[in-house]
C-alpha cells in the first residue's frame, strides 16, 4: 500500500489564483480530512469527509472547499488564493471513529507559498 | 472546542539520556495520538493511545483517561529522536477530528 499520498509537494501562488491540492489513499478508508499548518504551530482542521458524498467543516474553512467523489479521493481547493493561506497543508484518513478504527494515518504534506 | 497542553514546549538533551514529554486535555477523548514530526515535516505515527500503556522499542506512552494526561517517554535519546513530538485527540465521538496541541521540540546533541 502507498497509504495516503499527496500532490503536489510544493506549489507557489499568486493572490487571486485557484488551485487544488490532490489527496488520495489506497487503505479503503472512509475518513479523510484535509488539515494545515502553520509555523510553530500543531495542525488545524480545515474539511473532513465521512464517506463518499459527505463532506463537512472543520476549524478553519473559510477559503476552501472539498468534495468525495470517491472514497479514495478527497482534494482540497482554493478558489481565490491569499498570502493567510500560505502553510503546510496535510491529507489524513482512518477507518471510522469507533475504537482503533479512529486512527488517522498523514500523508506527506504539501507545501503552499501564496505571494 | 477540547484544549490541549504539551510540556515542555522546547528540550534539548545530550545523546543516551532519558526524557518524559506530557499532554494535558481538558475533556474526554475517544482517540489520542503521538505523532514525531521529523526535521524534513513528515508526521509519523508513534501511539494510537487514548487509555493505558504501550511501548513500541525504546518508546513508550501512557494515557490516563480518568485524569485527562497523556506521558510520552523516550530512553536512550539518539539524534534520529529530534524533531518535533505532538499529542492529537479527538473528543468528538462522531467522526475521526484531530485537535492538535502545540507540540514539545527536541534536540538530541551529541
Known amino acids: 500500500n502507498a497509504g495516503v499520498t499527496q500532490t503536489p509537494k510544493f506549489q507557489v501562488l499568486k493572490t487571486g489564483q485557484s488551485m487544488t491540492l490532490q489527496c488520495a489513499q489506497d487503505?479503503?478508508?472512509?475518513?479523510m480530512s484535509w488539515y494545515r499548518q502553520d509555523p510553530g504551530m500543531g495542525l488545524r482542521l480545515i474539511h473532513y469527509?465521512?464517506?463518499?458524498?459527505?463532506?463537512d467543516q472543520g476549524e478553519v474553512p473559510n477559503g476552501y472547499n472539498v468534495s468525495r467523489s470517491t472514497t479514495e479521493d478527497f482534494p482540497l481547493r482554493l478558489l481565490s488564493a491569499a498570502p493567510s493561506q500560505t502553510s503546510v497543508y496535510f491529507c489524513?484518513?482512518?477507518?471510522?471513529?469507533?475504537?482503533?478504527?479512529?486512527?488517522?494515518?498523514f500523508g506527506p504534506g504539501t507545501r503552499l507559498t501564496v505571494l | 472546542g477540547i484544549q490541549v497542553e504539551q510540556s515542555p514546549p522546547d528540550l534539548i538533551l545530550q545523546e543516551g539520556a532519558n526524557s518524559t514529554l506530557r499532554c494535558n486535555f481538558s475533556d474526554s477523548v475517544n482517540n489520542l495520538q503521538w505523532f514525531h514530526q521529523n526535521p524534513w515535516g513528515q508526521l509519523i505515527n508513534l501511539f494510537y493511545?487514548?487509555?493505558g500503556t504501550k511501548q513500541n522499542g525504546r518508546l513508550s506512552a501512557t494515557t490516563v483517561a480518568t485524569e485527562r494526561y497523556s506521558l510520552l517517554y523516550i530512553s536512550s535519546s539518539q539524534t534520529t529522536d529530534s524533531g518535533v513530538y505532538f499529542c492529537?485527540?479527538?473528543?468528538?465521538?462522531?467522526?475521526?477530528?484531530?485537535?492538535f496541541g502545540t507540540g514539545t521540540r527536541l534536540q538530541v546533541t551529541l
Open positions: 492529537a485527540v479527538d473528543a468528538t465521538g462522531t467522526a475521526s477530528k484531530l485537535t
Open positions: 469527509s465521512v464517506g463518499a458524498g459527505i463532506t
Open positions: 489524513a484518513s482512518s477507518r471510522g471513529y469507533v475504537g482503533s478504527y479512529n486512527e488517522q494515518f
Open positions: 487503505m479503503n478508508h472512509e475518513y
Open positions: 493511545i487514548p487509555s
